[in-house]
């Protein structure tokens, strides 16, 4: 009868720690934390996977510089890791951009005209190269991924027969599977930033040549919200702050901070072509 009885608390034990596993979620302030970027951190047993979320805040590494305000500093303790290698794919016979990191574990990169997408350790997901039917092309920039599961990334595309290039800013989805694609006025060198609501910002140019580009603003789902033409944008990655103002340079040399809804907030002449913002804890 006692042995019925340790059995049946054991039992109970179980489903009680079953029922309160979600407790043991936790969420923690990161370095973003005055934005609102927060970090969750989950447990599973091996045998489980992380729930089918996208969202930015849940990302270890989303975009160039490792979120908005592109501080490069990661909340993450990487005092364990000694440098040996874990796995180097041998099918990429390419150059490739950085690399990004979604709310999964998914790591992808730009390599040629690819987007390339990895598990952790290193197996290759899928790659996306039909979108354009061709070879020609070549991706620039550093991925960006939103909370829409979506990953946008510049390419541009060669002629060869005319050697003309013609410009994109694309979409695909986690799983690989094309959104949407715009054609834009120049190369996009700088690599796209996500803004709270969504939106995705983004720059492009000519290499200086005047009214060669533009900065635009476009929905998740492919509509133009605004553009400031006739600017060029050569590597400089727009960073956002806590209240939504977009900063990012153009060759002439000149910075500016742009509201939301694309006006103009101000704007700084500096000496020569302007690199990717970093905004600090203070908003400087």
Known sequence: MRKYAVILFLLSFLLILNTMAPLFMRSAKTAEGAEGWDEVYYDFSPSETLPETHSISKAPWPMIGGGVRHTGRSPHDTSHVDGSLIRQPTNINAAVTPAIIDGDGTVYIGANQWIVAFTLDGRERWRYPDMFDTTNGLIRTVPAVSSEGYIYY?????????????????A????????????????????????????????????GEPGGGGFFAFTPQGVEKWNISGVEVGYSSPAIDAGGTIYFGDWSGKLYAVKPDGSVRWSYQGSGPVGSPSIGDDGT
Do not use: Q
């Not at 050697?163 to 994109?168: K, M, P, V």
């Not at 995705?200 to 140019?205: I, K, N």
């Open 154 to 170: 510049g390419m541009d595309v060669y002629n060869t027969t005319t050697w003309e290039d013609t410009y994109y800013f694309c």
């Open 172 to 207: 695909v989805d986690t799983s690989g599977n094309p959104k949407w694609k715009v054609e834009v006025p120049g190369t996009v060198r700088s690599s796209p930033a996500v803004g709270a609501d969504g939106t995705v910002y983004f720059g492009c140019g000519k290499g």
